[in-house]
């Protein structure tokens, strides 16, 4: 099946910081999503992309759909402390495979 | 109530016992899922179920036995589990099966003794 690469594992950032992470595929997806779980809760849809070289914002965050369609990024813009969780990214393709496939996560810790 | 609940949020339990894990969505969606979220991994997929009827079992082992009675509820029951099936179960819901919005519910942590 699809497998996602999602990098990096892990980051520490000060607050006010850029943060930058990615996620990669051998497979070509139609859709790319970006969720974020806080501790103890649920992962919460951040952004869906739904065109290649799509490039979409939600506040202070900003997510592309890559041209090839076997990437995305997501982009969070001066860091704050709420910000800490994992974020994930989950591909779907069309037709009748519609699962999520998701990334195994990214794991950000702001420091203040 | 809103958006998708789940119940009991933690679970300990031995691998002899019998315990369900439930799922609540007051979304008015037709479709169901259960994933399995284990520490850094990928979320991965269990059942899926829309319209109530079960559209997917991605190859999970018979000790979990899902139930879906209506569009707003959603199941899963487990019997002789093993350790390795520790995990956050995570139950999410869409409007339709294979909508790519999907609203998760905060799990239910469980640990197999």
């Known amino acids: 099946g699809q497998q996602l690469n999602q990098s990096p594992q892990s980051m520490f950032i000060q607050e006010g910081e850029d943060v930058s992470m990615n996620c990669t595929s051998s497979s070509i997806f139609n859709t790319w999503l970006w969720y974020k779980q806080d501790p103890g809760e649920g992962p919460v849809l951040l952004i869906a992309?739904?065109?290649?070289?799509e490039l979409t914002s939600n506040g202070r965050l900003t997510a592309q759909f890559g041209i090839t369609r076997k990437d995305s990024f997501l982009n969070i813009s001066a860091s704050i402390p709420s910000d800490v969780g994992i974020y994930f990214c989950a591909g779907q393709l069309s037709g009748s495979a519609r699962q999520l496939t998701f990334g195994s996560g990214t794991q950000l810790t702001v420091l203040p | 109530e809103t958006g998708v609940t789940q119940t009991p949020r933690h679970l300990v339990m031995g691998m002899t016992n019998k315990k369900s894990l439930k799922c609540e969505q007051h979304?008015?969606?037709?479709?169901m899922y259960w994933y399995k979220q284990s520490a850094k991994k990928p979320l991965e997929l269990m059942f899926v179920y829309n319209f109530k009827e079960q559209t997917e079992n991605n190859s999970v082992p018979s000790r979990f036995s899902p139930e879906c009675p209506n569009s707003s509820h959603l199941f899963l029951h487990l019997h002789t589990l093993q350790p390795e099936d520790s995990a956050l179960y995570l139950c999410?819901?869409?409007?339709?099966?294979?909508?790519?919005?999907?609203?998760f519910g905060p799990g239910t942590r469980l640990l197999v003794l």
């Open positions: 992309l739904y065109k290649a070289g």
């Open positions: 999410a819901s869409s409007a339709y099966f294979g909508q790519e919005t999907q609203y």
């Open positions: 979304l008015g969606h037709n479709a």
